[in-house]
């Protein structure tokens, strides 16, 4: 059974940074793409970034690039995101995620690539 776990949200200043987390389990984590997602209150899921299985790769929404950087550790079996100069429009939940096959890319930003989600964490950026 996959089991993803996120930590590291909280709350920030806007301007600031923090770093989030995934450590998962019950998959062969050097060959999934893993990826993150995020949802603010009455909005829908949207694509934050995805890192390919051998770490090489990786795709960023629009509204994350050039602030946010997704990196893996695959001895530790634990994706990271590293975010910074938050904004307010930042704040939501943030989900890690993986996709229901290995060894695959090329449409990690869309939302039906996946099927093991985390139950996400807070990030709150204060104006």
């Known amino acids: 059974q996959v089991q993803l776990v996120e930590s590291g949200g909280g709350l920030v200043q806007a301007g600031g940074s923090m770093t989030l987390s995934c450590v998962a389990s019950?998959?062969?984590?050097?060959?999934?793409?893993m990826g993150w997602f995020r949802q603010a209150p009455g909005k829908e899921r949207e694509f934050v970034a995805s890192?390919?299985?051998?770490?090489?790769?990786?795709y960023y929404g629009d509204a994350v690039l050039g602030r946010f950087t997704v990196s893996r550790d695959n001895a530790k079996n634990t994706v990271y995101l590293q975010l910074k100069n938050l904004k307010p429009e930042d704040t939501a939940v943030y989900y890690c995620a993986a996709p229901k096959l290995p060894r695959a890319f090329s449409r990690s930003m869309q939302y039906s690539f996946y099927g093991h989600w985390g139950q996400g964490t807070q990030v709150t950026v204060s104006s």
């Open positions: 019950g998959l062969a984590f050097d060959t999934y793409t």
């Open positions: 890192n390919g299985w051998d770490g090489d790769n990786a």
